[in-house]
């Protein structure tokens, strides 16, 4: 199939869900020049481990690998142009990330907010919903979950699309 | 949008998830006298703060609020009237409260069944989905999701909607 | 309502959802002969009680229970004939069951892949989505889920119907 990507599309799922199969299928459907903007570092072998897993499995399909950490705005910003596609992966990464430096999450979720509906790319984010289950005894497991959440309010408000995806099966909630 | 709510809705999302927006809209919509029955009871800072500004989103939008945290279905029946609409936030929190006290849930679960029919409010009930994580090792918190799990399939199944809220976005299960 | 299986059936859910009544309806209201294939075993009184409470709620009404914790794919293929439904409850205790056993998890999935499109039963699985909340801090719940979430993709390629189960109701993902 071959899917249009009219304005930002985000992609949530669970953990093996196929979220990020389905995200690099649209980015790859799309027809357009294909970057990746990864936001995961590896802290540890099993990190390295998933890093490497998932590099190896675009390996050889086309796509320019950009790695950022923290200032994803700005990376966007340099990255944007039209007729191109971003597929961001991902933005519960980035939410670690920032909360581990200390920065401002508020003021980060704003300035993505605002870059949203300025973009000239074709952005795909990816996200982990992590929400669904007990809550956590552990209080930045709290306020991780607490910030993951609004996040995901605020891109798929600015989204075009926005799907769930489990066991490899998209259900479009937006789009 | 304009809603009508013609039976009980249950608005089942995780956390963070814009379930309680979605749910004060439902009811703002319905042009209704609002009521609320927050269940919640404030045990430390970060829940009080929580109270506090859900409370703050709703000030000066016409609300009454209500508080039980034990005595749900008593409270329900004390302001049940027509033309009035009732949103419960949230049964999770109501469970919770209900095993601290030791009392008899699977009676009390019976007592809202019993009176969900009878209602002559439109009832808007928001719990939490807390069963799509790994099994927890604590005894108690399963012993939580389980009955969260039941009261959600008692509650639903005599409502006339139901709704899964995630990234702010509903998708209809039932209605 | 009559619900005719047409090819394997996926039925994913949480704690306490209802997966497992929606799964056995499906089944009944296929007419066929019903063969119920246990994976769990039981290792406290917490399990013999659920164990044996799902029994009881089936007993009277015509099934024939099969348990099988470790060679799932041996057994589905012993009693495969045509004609016949068969409802595996549940994948994600085989996962359990093959981890600690340390058997080859890769190995076992490639089999269950292999016998699903040879299949003359009409095959229900049902499963616990275990992958919607924080990324648990123990090493084996993670490989867990990882491996629970591989194993759904897997089968719900190789079905003709997914449903994803929340407070009893369903929500068709693919068919």
């Given at each position: 199939m071959t899917v249009s990507i009219a304005g930002p599309v985000l992609v949530l799922g669970g953990a093996r869900s196929g979220k990020s199969a389905f995200a690099e299928k649209l980015v790859e459907n799309s027809g357009l020049p294909m970057h990746y903007l990864a936001t995961g570092r590896a802290f540890d072998d099993e990190m390295r481990e998933r890093i490497a897993h998932h590099r190896a499995a675009r390996s050889g399909r086309g796509w320019t690998t950009h790695e950022e950490p923290l200032d994803l705005v700005g990376q966007l910003r340099r990255i944007d142009a039209p007729d191109r596609a971003v597929l961001v992966d991902c933005l519960t990464l980035w939410v670690t990330n920032l909360m581990m430096e200390g920065r401002d999450i508020a003021a980060e979720f704003s300035a993505l907010a605002a870059f949203l509906p300025e973009a000239r790319s074709r952005l795909v984010f990816v996200s982990n919903e992590?929400?669904?289950?007990?809550?956590?005894?552990n209080r930045m497991a709290r306020h991780f979950r607490d910030h993951a959440g609004r996040l995901h309010q605020v891109v798929a408000e600015k989204s075009a699309e926005v799907y769930f995806v489990a066991a490899g099966l998209p259900l479009k909630m937006k789009g």
């Open positions: 992590v929400g669904l289950g007990i809550v956590p005894e």
